[in-house]
T-cell receptor, first 112, second 112 residues
């Protein structure tokens, strides 16, 4: 069965600083990987996804993620964080039976 | 706005009661997924339907059931409610299983 870990429960960065959120997955085959963002009191919004092909994936709001098979990782990055990026970020893997497994989430706080 | 609608937005009920949550998928989407989000369990996949048929089951309790109707809307029925069932319940939809899931705004259930 697949699983997802997000080692950082809470990250605080200053506005304008770069950001990297870590995600590690466990799955036997090539997974489908996703990053979602959840603002307070809101539903989940898809930031980007990896199905196959280029391992560097561009998403919305200036986010990108890189799939590294050797490290079983799919880290999310943004070169310059905006205050509006403060939210909860979830990494997810889709594997057997099209079941989605979400990581525990990383809460991002942005300092002015 | 993802195009997925969920009603009601909020629901307050008592232990032992039964409630029904409703989800309307995006136009053209045949797959519907249900998730539960709670502080202690995180985001948990409950069940998936595709074109009216149950396709995959996750961590869904026997007290919970769901169905997808011919018009593709779905309902999640929660019975014999317990305090621990208090959570945010999300519905998501996709064109086909394995495709990107788009999430609704959620129904917040409070069991007193």
């Amino acid at each position: 069965a697949q699983s997802v870990t997000q080692p950082d429960i809470h990250i605080t960065v200053s506005e304008g600083a770069s950001l990297e959120l870590r995600c590690n997955y466990s799955y036997g085959a090539t997974p489908y990987l996703f990053w979602y963002v959840q603002s307070p009191g809101q539903g989940l919004q898809l930031l980007l996804k990896y199905f196959s092909g280029d391992t560097l994936v561009q998403g919305i709001k200036g986010f990108e993620a890189e799939f590294k098979r050797s490290q079983s990782s799919f880290n999310l990055r943004k070169p310059s964080v905006h205050w509006s990026d403060a939210a909860e970020y979830f990494c997810a893997v889709e594997g057997d039976g099209q079941n989605f497994v979400f990581g525990p989430g990383t809460r991002l706080s942005v300092l002015p | 706005d993802s195009g997925v609608t969920q009603t009601p937005k909020h629901l307050i009920t008592a232990t032992g009661q039964r409630v029904t949550l409703r989800c309307s998928p995006r136009s053209g989407d045949l797959s519907v997924y249900w998730y539960q989000q709670s502080l202690d369990q995180g985001l948990q996949f409950l069940i998936q339907y595709y074109n009216g048929e149950e396709r995959a089951k996750g961590n869904i309790l026997e007290r919970f059931s769901a169905q997808q109707f011919p018009d593709l809307h779905s309902e999640l029925n929660l019975s014999s409610l317990e305090l621990g069932d208090s959570a945010l319940y999300f519905c998501a939809s996709s064109v086909d299983p394995g495709e990107t899931q788009y999430f609704g705004p959620g129904t917040r259930l409070l069991v007193l």
